[in-house]
């Protein structure tokens, strides 16, 4: 109990600094994918529906049930249900399953509740991001873990880090959900970022308007 009560006053932290920081201004506006180029095939899974919030639309798609698993162990359910004004990344029960063998299965240990969570919340950005605001772009936002995610909307398919976005805008009444068919870590954004050209990281481009400040939701109890 004691622990999961610093788990979750962590993320509480987390989500308080990020209103703060959550201003996005991506790189340099790429040109527009030419009309004829049409994204490739996602997904033969069933369009994910929202239904309430993020945890009752990912419950009722039935295609994130690892994602519901991890979010319980880590006690984050509270937070995805009370909290408004979120973006979730959320990996797909197959991404998960493509983790290395034994991952998820170490991941999921009482032990490591902690890194699990960490995981979790790189996953989460403390203001909506839809995909008008990818589309065209690309840049660094921070994610509540402290981490950065590299958002790239500058080809056919929508990325973020090494990650497709296979069905973006899911749009739960708390906050955006963008499907995904990996599962994001920092390493893969630091690999996204060296080979993506210049500057991920700038902060400058008029291109793109900053996204307002949020504050914080109370502290789950």
């Known amino acids: ?130 995909s008008t605001r990818i589309k065209g772009a690309k840049g660094a936002v921070p994610t509540v873990a402290g981490a950065s995610v590299e958002l790239d909307g500058s080809g056919a398919m929508l990325m973020v880090n090494n990650a497709d976005i296979i069905q973006p805008d899911v749009m739960a009444t708390n906050g955006v959900l963008h499907v995904i068919d990996k599962v994001l870590t920092p390493a893969t954004a630091s690999a996204s970022a060296a080979t993506g050209g210049s500057s991920a990281a700038s902060t400058t481009a008029p291109a793109t308007p900053a996204i307002p400040a949020k504050p914080a939701a109370p502290t789950p109890k």
Do not use: C
């Open 1 to 130: 109990m004691h622990v999961t009560r610093l788990l979750t006053a962590a993320v509480a932290v987390a989500l308080a600094a990020g209103a703060a920081q959550a201003q996005i201004a991506p790189v340099a506006r790429a040109p527009a994918a030419p009309a004829t180029t049409a994204p490739p095939a996602a997904s033969a899974a069933p369009k994910v529906v929202a239904n309430g919030d993020i945890i009752q639309t990912t419950t009722l798609s039935g295609q994130f049930k690892t994602f519901l698993k991890a979010v319980d162990a880590t006690n984050l359910t509270s937070v995805l249900k009370t909290n408004k004004n979120l973006t979730v990344f959320v990996p797909t029960d197959a991404a998960f399953a493509a983790l290395p063998p034994g991952e998820l299965d170490r991941l999921m240990l009482p032990e490591n509740k902690t890194q699990l969570q960490k995981l979790l919340t790189y996953h989460i950005i403390n203001a909506r991001v839809d």
